[in-house]
């Protein structure tokens, strides 16, 4: 009996299955649901399916005074409520023509850039855990902490915090503030040392992430992407440069670098390792790199925020009132958040309830460009080019 | 390059397709007739001087009047879907204005028309399905217009001010 059974030879072309991965999955980082039309293991198709998370904020915002809206925006990259606080006050304040004091102005780039490095720190740790490495995932979850902790000190809250407003910022900082978030600075080099060891220059990190979801320049414009999406494609673009003046003044008196690679590779800031042979511009490894960067650069920002916001008089402004009346017309406004430009345009009718309330979100515009970076990739790759992505589903769907 | 020069470019290009302009606003803008808006388009991505290489955002605006004294109905208004445009290579920011009626030949319940710009630029593509979504506007010519933020059978658009509130979903209570 067994012995007439005889070995077929299989044609390896297969039929093309369709798999649904998500939106419960624990790689698509949040209720994103990616529907992949495979060829064996080789990917097809993706088509991202969006608005399991989808909140109606954009209507909610015609239906309150945009001084009320401000909580609303904690709520859409969760990751980085200061950042995206931070981009509807200045919206509102350039519909309105306003001017905060200079020491607001350095508390809330503070504030900001803080917030940037925690971001940035679940990105790069989450994307190790997506990738097998667990470890990162725990020391950047540990570092995060202390950042939450300090804004807990700040506003009393965790991860929402409706901290910066319009007009200003809720509160001044509690006394002895500044000394922790220095102490929190001279601590945190070891471990983005550590970082760098466990998956900079892991190879197995690089061998799953080097040249892999290569990102063209062209298609990273055409498509939208912003933030460490593009500039990982070799555009040194930031909004904290390139933005408008109501935003670039913030940053204008600090020095910082625009971490993107020119040539396949980063001017030496004395900290951060090599790129290695295989890493292509625009892949999932410099993605990633570009963030480990940016941290540097956003702790450089944070110490002299800390210096220029003890030198400067006056007080951190006043948040505005609920009844703020707004003029008729439109104000857009972007700014560089940490996954990317984050942009508020509010129409106003001459009420103090906007007509309109639109939100560009940056994650959005990332995600558009999944299908393309997938089409021919391996179904182990997906979750890496997934997870290079930084994609708040929170901000996606809003 | 400042915006007045960008908006006599157009001018001259497109006599008859730049119907307004507002350079004092905020951003400023120029208004385009809708049946031009590809070439327009097309124009301001490719022409070495202009090359807005980035579409930032789609936004449909409902400017429905409501009756005087509150209350239901009103077909008065219109929609303006805005562009927001800019150049990494030079700077420079634009916005797109289009002029549409609420309904297509002021018939209740057909979608307003225009042109698909997601060949263009492919953030249309995505932007579209959400402005179609939430607002009501169908794209000529879209590649996949369908919904992308509410599900699939979803009734109605709900950024339009005159959607009525349901209080429930499939048999679901809202509240």
Sequence with gaps: MVDSVVPEEFDLLTEEIVINMGPQHPSTHGVLRLILRTDGEVVREVQPEIGYLHRCAEKIGENLTVRQFTPYTDRLDYLAAMNMNLGWSLC????????????????????????????????????????????????????????????????????????????????DLPPGWLRECSRFLDQFQATLNDLHALLTNNYIFIRRTAGVGVLPLGTAISYGCTGPVLRASGLAWDLRRHGEPIYTQMYAPYDFQIVAPQDGQYPDDGLSPPVPDDAVVGDCWHRFYVRMREIVQSVRIVRQAIQWYQEADGSVGEPMKIQQKLPVAEAYLETEAPKGQLGFLIVGQGASIPRRVRIRSSSFCNLSVLPELCRGCLVADVPAIVGSLDLVLGEVDR | METSQIVRYLRERFPRAILGENLQAFDPWVQVEPAQLREVCFYLRDEPALRFQ???????????????????????????????????????RLVLKVRLPRWKHNQPGQLPELPTLSDIWRTAEWHEREVYDLSGVCFIGHPDLRRILCPEDWQGHPLRKDYPMSHQYQGIPGR
Excluded at chain 1, 141 to 150: D, T
Excluded at chain 2, 65 to 92: A, I, R, T
């Design chain 1, 92 to 171: 509102v304040e350039k519909l309105l023509s306003w001017q905060v004091p200079e020491k607001c102005r350095h508390l809330r780039v503070l504030m900001a850039e803080l917030n940037r490095i925690a971001s940035h720190l679940v990105a790069v740790g989450t994307y190790g855990l997506d990738l097998g490495n667990f470890t990162p995932y725990m020391y950047c979850f540990r570092e995060r902490e202390k950042i939450v902790n300090l804004f807990e000190a700040v506003c009393g809250a965790r991860l929402t915090y409706h901290y910066i407003v319009p007009g200003g910022v809720m509160g």
């Design chain 2, 54 to 92: 980035m579409l930032h955002l789609i936004t449909a605006v409902d400017y429905l009047e409501k009756p005087p004294g509150g209350g239901q109905g009103g077909s008065e208004g219109h929609f303006e879907v805005f562009y927001h445009l800019s150049s990494l290579e030079h700077g420079h």
